[in-house]
């Protein structure tokens, strides 16, 4: 990774580092069940909860496992969700990616404007030729989402996480760089 966060710019938002300032705003949807039903973590409920995500983000950043930019509109500078990489193997070029938004934002093309731009980001900065998505099979919408910006389904992995006091199943897809033309 670069020594400095690296800033993405899209056309209605700015992904960029998320700091303990950000700890209220990100709270409005890591509290709402229905924003982290699929993620595999009960809804945060206070913003020392929150400042744990934050630390997370800052040290996969440190180690070179990832990185996770807090989604936020051009207009305001308030973090409406998050987007990025986890368990990167940069040996084998790879990383899986992840994102949240916040459910008052759903429907508006933001989560598929901050996950097409973090996709590019990693094929050109980050020297991946694969990404990787792991979703639950309920979450469509997700899938929706993934498939629309490129991502082939490749199959379920079964019992493939333990979260929240039980196994969960997950549905593996991926991007190639070769993919996007």
């Known amino acids: 990774m670069q ?5 993405i710019e899209t056309e209605r938002l700015i992904l960029r580092e998320v700091t303990l300032k950000d700890a209220e705003d990100m709270l409005t949807y890591l509290s709402d069940p229905d924003v982290v039903k699929h993620m595999g973590l009960e809804p945060y409920q206070t913003v020392e909860d929150v400042q744990s ?9 440190k180690e070179g496992s990832g990185v996770r930019w807090g989604i936020t509109l051009r207009n305001s500078g308030k973090v409406i969700g998050s ?3 986890l368990n990167r193997a940069p040996k084998h070029f790879r990383a899986e990616v992840g994102f949240e938004l916040s459910k008052q ?4 093309g933001i989560a598929s404007e901050a996950l097409e731009a973090v996709v590019k980001f990693g094929f050109k900065h980050m020297e991946l030729e694969r990404i990787e998505a792991l979703i ?5 919408s997700s899938q929706m989402l993934v ?3 490129g991502f082939v389904r490749e199959g379920l992995l079964r019992h493939y996480e333990y979260t929240c006091g039980k196994f969960d199943d997950l549905l593996i897809y991926s991007i190639l760089k070769g993919d996007l033309t």
């Open 147 to 149: 498939e629309k910006t």
């Open 53 to 61: 995500e934050i630390q997370w983000y800052q040290s996969i950043v």
């Open 136 to 140: 639950e099979p309920g979450n469509t």
């Open 105 to 108: 934002y759903w429907g508006k």
């Open 83 to 85: 987007c990025g990489f």
């Open 3 to 7: 020594e400095k966060f690296p800033i």
